[in-house]
């Protein structure tokens, strides 16, 4: 939801899998944006599958595709003219989990705009979008914990492989908390949760 306004992701047989809108009433349902627009040489619509919906900062962010740039990232207003790409950064939520890491009023992601993986933020402006950290690289889970204005996550690096790491949002706040694993590689940590003081995994 965002004010007050589900949007999803939807196939009307016309425009292929693109982003959708509803207050709730039939009237009130439609498409937002066609991002992908046309057809395949078999009439098949193109589809830009919008997906990962998260609110951060007063805007929608989700990612989507387009022939000029698979999985980016886009954020909307939810007006079709306010809903635009951010720049051309490849964007996954880090650990795979179903949305973008929320902090202090920006996003964070795993992204890769050229020159390799990294963490990625955004205020929702292309120039808001920046990387914080090169070479990290979310690792399979199912989840994240924030806590004291940090967020706890799995990163894998080629030496100790999915590991515990924290991010404050900045370079040097972002870094490996503990190799778990010393002895075969990747402890793998899951299931993040805190009550306010500590986090599990």
């Known amino acids: ?59 929608l962010f989700f990612q989507a595709s387009t022939p000029v740039r698979a999985q980016g990232l886009w954020v909307s207003d939810g007006t079709e003219a306010g809903t635009q790409m951010l720049g051309n950064q490849y ?26 993986y ?13 990387l914080v950290k090169s070479g990290i690289i979310g690792s399979p889970s199912t989840s994240y914990a924030i806590m004291n204005s940090k967020f706890y996550f799995q990163s894998d690096t080629n030496t100790t492989g999915g590991e515990l790491w924290v991010s404050d949002g900045t370079d040097t706040g972002t870094l490996m908390v503990k190799d778990v694993n010393t002895v075969s590689f990747s402890s793998d940590p899951q299931n993040f949760f805190t009550d306010g003081q500590k986090v599990y995994f």
């Open 1 to 59: 939801m965002y004010n007050n306004q589900l949007y999803f992701t939807y196939d009307d047989g016309i425009y292929g899998l693109e982003l959708w809108t509803s207050d709730g009433t039939t009237a009130g349902t439609h498409l937002l944006k066609d991002i992908w627009t046309g057809t395949t040489g078999g009439g098949i619509p193109y589809s830009s599958l919008p997906r990962y919906f998260t609110v951060c900062n007063g805007l």
């Open 91 to 116: 964007s996954d939520p880090f650990a795979s989990v179903s949305s973008f890491i929320v902090l202090n009023d920006k996003i964070y992601f795993e992204g890769n705009a050229g020159s390799g």
């Open 118 to 130: 990294g963490m990625w933020s955004s205020d929702g402006t292309t120039a808001g979008t920046q």
